[in-house]
């Protein structure tokens, strides 16, 4: 993981600060780890397109470029400061550094699309998501991130973690989703004390048809990876919440997870044990589809 994306979003609500800081402070923590190169993007919008039908002010372009210009002074100021005060360097993705660096980019174009193409390049996406469910901006850049780039995702939560990764809870489902996080997350297991390997039974939202936990602890130790598998009855629960719980009860610091096993109509009427957990784990979560 010697390259990670940070795509930091323009917002004004009141818990922004925290959030941005939060995960810059995520992406630092991982980065410090792997001696990263942490890269913060900010996209900007284009005006909306004109045509010979519908005028325009000329106001609304300068408009337009002043909220742009000022948003992005605002995310870059809050990600220059909290590098340069834990003493990142910032120098190009090619320069040998030892330890973390970083580097700013700015794009303008359509934020989706950017995320997805550009995302791509890179070992993993870091994205910081609100605590109020009233700006869930987060939210379609997360899924352009798991399902245009490719690559796996850690959501941070909206305060900033202490640790991550070192006492994992793996919420395994059986699914083919899970398994590529895995792999995709190796990196992490491998430098972890302590991987539970979770398994949710009793609810919707549970397991899917494939290998039980016992499997998956027994493979991931062959790998050297400290890991125990347990089994838990949801008893009323649904599957994410006996996950945040389980969680909790055993000091986990990063939450490893499939994203979107059901279909992706199914979990935004019905909610679902990924949108579930991105939205309430107080702790990091990384995702891959």
């Known amino acids: 993981m010697k390259t990670i ?6 917002d004004d609500s009141e818990d922004s600060e925290t959030m941005t800081n939060a995960a810059i402070a995520t992406a630092h923590l991982l980065a410090s780890r792997f001696g990263s ?14 045509t010979a039908a519908f005028d325009v002010a000329p106001s609304y372009f300068e408009r337009h470029h002043a909220y742009w ?45 950017v995320l997805g193409d550009y995302g791509r390049l890179f070992d993993l996406i870091v994205i910081g998501r609100t605590s109020s469910p009233a700006t869930e901006r987060w939210v379609p850049v997360c899924e352009a991130a798991l399902f245009e780039s490719g690559r796996p995702v850690v959501v941070a939560p909206p305060k900033p973690p202490r640790t991550i990764g070192r006492n994992v809870l793996l919420a395994w489902n059986g699914s083919t989703e899970t398994a590529r996080t895995i792999g995709l997350g190796m990196p992490l297991l491998l430098g972890a ?44 629960r ?5 996950i945040l719980d389980e969680a909790a009860a055993v000091g986990a610091d990063l939450i490893v997870k499939g994203a979107y096993t059901h279909s992706r109509l199914r979990e935004v009427i019905f909610g679902g044990t990924t949108r579930h957990i991105l939205a309430a784990a107080s702790v990091p979560v990384l995702i891959a589809h």
């Open 37 to 50: 190169h942490v890269e913060g993007l900010f996209v900007k919008a284009e005006p909306m397109s004109v």
């Open 193 to 236: 004390d302590s991987v539970t390997v979770l398994s949710v039974t009793g609810t919707s939202g549970g397991m899917v048809p494939g290998p039980d936990g016992e499997h998956v602890a027994a493979h991931l130790a062959r790998n050297g990876i400290r890991a125990a598998a347990k089994t838990l009855t949801a008893r009323g």
């Open 238 to 242: 649904s599957a994410g919440e006996a």
């Open 5 to 10: 994306l940070l795509p930091l979003l323009d």
């Open 69 to 113: 210009q000022e948003s992005g002074e605002v995310v870059k100021r809050r990600f220059t400061h909290f590098m340069t005060s834990r003493k990142v360097p910032f120098c190009a993705l090619g320069e040998s550094a030892d330890g973390p660096t970083a580097e700013w980019r700015e794009e303008t174009g359509d934020r989706i699309r």
